[in-house]
């Protein structure tokens, strides 16, 4: 059973993508509501809209298995995310709009949620950390990219239509600011793109967790809203016109940021 697609790279740069597949395992698919059999909180197409990352010699990370069954980007002891917001948990049951996303009765115990940190969280998080040691025992830093979107409009998550690139670095905590700084420069050159740095969206436990900038892992979170490269709900289908204006967008600000984290750093050691 395959939980993680792995490309290996070269370079500093590690991109995540934890909410990015679609698939359910064994015999999920009947315990869900019809609705979610759809996985409407998908990010959709996130490996295709980046598709540019080669050059930049960057490791991928990505998952194949649906949010649905674990949530990559939670911390594993259970722990929310945003206290005291509406936010979904570790092991969903309740989906982005709030319905249930099992059918009565079909909601995971506590054994199958040890189950599917053990089958699917696990090798995630440990492709992940081996990515990042790898770079930092080459380049004496990792530059970690958590890559997602949502969809622009969700009321019970957030006011209003969302910017379409939303900058997370947990409030200036998981990279160097100067690497921030930078991002944040190439984000607000892309007058087409309405963007905001921590904002709603802060960065999520993969972020928070890897972000060590005083140990060489700098980590940054791009949530996209949806409607920056799709032709927007239903069908969650792509818009490669769309797309086409946004990859460049993310290169530019990719690698900005790459640049600025490996002066940040040959500064340090000289
Ligand atoms: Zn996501």
Excluded at 144 to 165: K, M, N, Q
Aim: proline share 7%.
């Amino acid at each position: 059973m395959m939980v993680v697609t792995e490309h290996i790279g070269g370079g500093p740069l590690v991109v995540s993508m934890p909410h990015s597949g679609l698939k359910l395992s064994p015999g999920l698919e009947q315990r869900l509501s019809p609705e979610a059999r759809a996985l409407p909180d998908t990010d959709w197409h996130i490996p295709e809209l980046y598709d540019f990352l080669a050059p930049l010699n960057a490791t991928i990370i990505a998952a194949e298995y649906s949010r649905y069954v674990i949530d990559l980007n939670r911390d594993p002891s259970g722990q929310s995310l945003y206290p005291g917001q509406a936010t979904t948990a570790l092991v969903p049951v309740a989906r982005f709009d709030g319905e249930p996303i099992y059918r009565d009765g079909e909601a995971p115990d506590t054994v199958e949620t040890e189950a599917r940190k053990r089958d699917y969280f696990e090798p995630y998080h440990a492709a992940l950390e081996r990515a990042l040691e790898r770079a930092r025992s080459r380049h004496g830093y990792a530059f970690l990219w958590d890559a997602h979107s949502i969809a622009s409009e969700v009321p019970r998550l957030f006011e209003g239509g969302l910017p379409d690139l939303n900058l997370g670095t947990n409030s200036g905590a998981s990279c160097a600011p100067v690497i921030e700084a930078e991002a944040v420069r190439m984000m607000q050159a892309a007058t087409d793109f309405s963007s905001v740095s921590n904002g709603r969206f802060k960065g999520g436990w993969i972020t928070r967790h890897y972000g060590r900038p005083e140990l060489g892992v700098h980590a940054l979170q791009m949530e996209i809203g949806q409607n920056a490269y799709m032709g927007g709900a239903p069908g969650y289908a792509f818009d490669p016109a769309k797309a086409a204006r946004l990859r460049p967008v993310l290169n530019s600000i990719i690698s900005a940021a790459l640049d600025a984290a490996a002066e940040f750093h040959a500064g340090a050691s000289s």
